[in-house]
T-cell receptor
């Protein structure tokens, strides 16, 4: 059983499209993280949120605690957004990770 | 820059050889973690350390040992490497701020066991 489920697993978009990646979790959490990993690269934190909505540039993250669901939106997608996006939650004393969504943005 | 530093970035071993992955953080975080990342399986926890002097097994601890040398450093040792340990390894650290746990990763170490 996976504590964190992401969808879709793979996503291909044309440059400029609006993109949504979804994350559902089954455990009680204090915060949810969205992470980004470029091919062959390290993992960087995009957002940490425990309620509502956060925005950073073209990226928007929302969370609904009651429904145990979060979404990551990318507006006006660009080829440099091509990466794996990982949802993670903190519960108990450890983090649980989704398997990631691989996004490819085509020029 | 503040963050998590792990070494080496790349390593090739022969089956049965040993090695230690080093990790250090300068953010004064209490918790540190070692994960492995394999295609299609996401990040899996090998060991973690909630504070200096404590370590606990994660999901996939077999074949690994760890040492929390001090608050800054958390090393991962492979005593007798096996091809199944070919993976990308990430060290991470975490601390609770304002009711939530921030999480910072190292750049990763790519290990190949022949």
């Amino acid at each position: 059983k996976n504590e964190v489920e992401q969808s879709p697993q793979n996503l291909t978009a044309q440059e400029g499209e609006f993109i949504t990646i979804n994350c559902s979790y089954s455990v009680g959490i204090s915060a949810l993280h969205w992470l980004q990993q470029h091919p062959g690269g390290g993992i960087v934190s995009l957002f940490m949120l425990s309620s509502g909505k956060k925005k950073h540039g073209r990226l928007i993250a929302t969370i609904n605690i009651q429904e145990k669901h979060s979404s990551l939106h990318i507006t006006a997608s660009h080829p440099r957004d091509s990466a794996v996006y990982i949802c993670a939650v903190y519960s108990g004393n450890q983090f649980y990770f989704g398997t990631g969504t691989s996004l490819t943005v085509i020029p | 820059n503040a963050g998590v530093t792990q070494t080496p970035k790349f390593q090739v071993l022969k089956t049965g050889q040993s090695m230690t992955l080093q990790c250090a953080q300068d953010m004064n975080h209490n918790s540190m973690y070692w994960y492995r990342q394999d295609p299609g399986m996401g990040l899996r926890l090998i060991y973690y350390s909630a504070s200096e002097g404590t370590t606990d097994k994660g999901e996939v601890p077999n074949g690994y040992n760890v040492s929390r040398l001090n608050k800054r450093e958390f090393s991962l040792r492979l005593e007798s490497a096996a091809p199944s340990q070919t993976s990308v390894y990430f060290c991470a650290s975490s601390e609770r701020f304002s009711g939530a746990n921030v999480l910072t990763f190292g750049a990763g170490s790519r290990l190949t066991v022949l």
